[in-house]
C-alpha cells in the first residue's frame, strides 16, 4: 500500500544527499530495502533515510560495509524504532569507534612531529631519529607504534 510519506528514488536520493546509484548499490548489499508499485516504480519508506544515514556517517569513518550491515540487520524494519533499540544495535561498535578515535586522536596531535618513520623530513627529525637510528628497531613509525604518549616525549 502506498504512503505518502514513502519515497520515490530520486526523492530518496535527494534528501539523503546520495546518487540513485548509491541507493542502487546499497540495496543490493541489502543495507536499504524498497518496494514495487503495482507501476513497477521503486517506492522507499521514508524510515530508510536513517539507514541510508547511519551507512554513509559508519563509511565515512571506515566502518566496513558488512559490520554496516550486521547492526542494521538487527533493527527491525515493521514499526517505529526506539532510540534505545538502535542504540543497542550499535554497541558492537562501542569498542572499535573509541580506538579509533584514540587513533585519530593520536594522528591529530602528531601530525607536527616527529614520528621515527625514517623520512628524516622534518627539522625535530635530527634530534629524535638522528640518521634514522630508530630504523634499527624496525619498520614504521617508531616513535608511534606502541606508545601511548609519544608527544609528550617530544
Ligand atoms: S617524521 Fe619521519 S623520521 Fe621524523
Not at 517505529?80 to 591529530?108: D, F, G, Y
Request: charged letters at 25%; proline letters at 5%.
Amino acid at each position: 500500500m502506498v504512503k505518502s510519506s514513502d519515497l520515490s528514488v530520486g526523492e530518496m536520493a535527494e534528501r539523503a544527499g546520495v546518487p540513485v546509484s548509491t541507493l542502487h548499490f546499497y540495496e543490493a548489499e541489502g543495507l536499504i530495502e524498497s518496494w514495487r508499485t503495482p507501476a513497477n516504480h521503486r517506492r522507499y519508506d521514508r524510515r530508510e533515510l536513517r539507514r541510508v544515514a547511519i551507512t554513509r556517517i559508519a563509511q565515512s569513518v571506515g566502518v566496513p560495509l558488512a559490520e554496516i550491515k550486521l547492526v542494521l540487520d538487527g533493527i527491525p524494519r515493521t514499526k517505529a524504532v526506539s532510540a534505545k533499540t538502535w542504540a543497542r544495535a550499535a554497541a558492537p561498535w562501542q569498542a572499535m569507534l573509541e580506538e579509533r578515535i584514540a587513533l585519530m586522536t593520536r594522528l591529530k596531535d602528531q601530525m607536527g612531529y616527529c614520528i621515527g618513520c625514517g623520512c628524516l623530513s622534518l627539522e625535530s627529525c635530527p634530534l629524535y631519529n638522528s640518521a634514522d637510528t630508530l630504523g634499527q628497531n624496525g619498520p614504521g613509525a617508531r616513535r608511534w607504534i606502541g606508545k601511548q604518549d609519544e608527544r609528550a616525549e617530544i
